[in-house]
């Protein structure tokens, strides 16, 4: 049984950083992992995804702000999130399992889900 814990999220000013991180454990497939975010009333939404051989994806409100990333072991994954906006406000979600041909952006379909960390941001 795959499970993955975010932890990271907090309440920040416009222009700030956060970090997420996301435990992951148990056994699955390394081709699509990713973070999504969700804002009350909004869709769920992709905001970066890496694939086995370490390529990113990112949505266009991600670049040049947001950086994806994981640990040698897969057992971690990261957003490194700067110049926080407003409009970053959301539940942000860890998730795992996808097809590698499906990692190159819109919504994949994720297999596993964590339960999610909140950001927010004011102006």
């Known amino acids: 049984q795959l499970r993955l814990v975010e932890s990271g999220g907090g309440s920040v000013q416009t222009g700030g950083t956060l970090r997420l991180s996301c435990v992951v454990s148990?056994?699955?497939?390394?081709?699509?992992l990713g973070w999504l975010r969700q804002a009350p009333g909004k869709e769920r939404e992709g905001v970066a995804y890496i694939n086995r051989f370490n390529k990113t994806f990112y949505a266009d409100s991600a670049k040049d702000r947001f950086t994806i990333s994981r640990n040698d072991a897969e057992t971690m994954l990261y957003l490194q999130m700067d110049n926080l906006k407003p409009d970053d406000t959301a539940m942000y979600y860890c998730a795992a399992g996808a097809a590698y041909g499906d990692c190159v952006g819109g919504l994949p379909e994720f297999r596993y889900w964590g339960r999610g960390t909140q950001v927010t941001v004011s102006s």
């Open positions: 148990g056994y699955y497939s390394t081709s699509c």
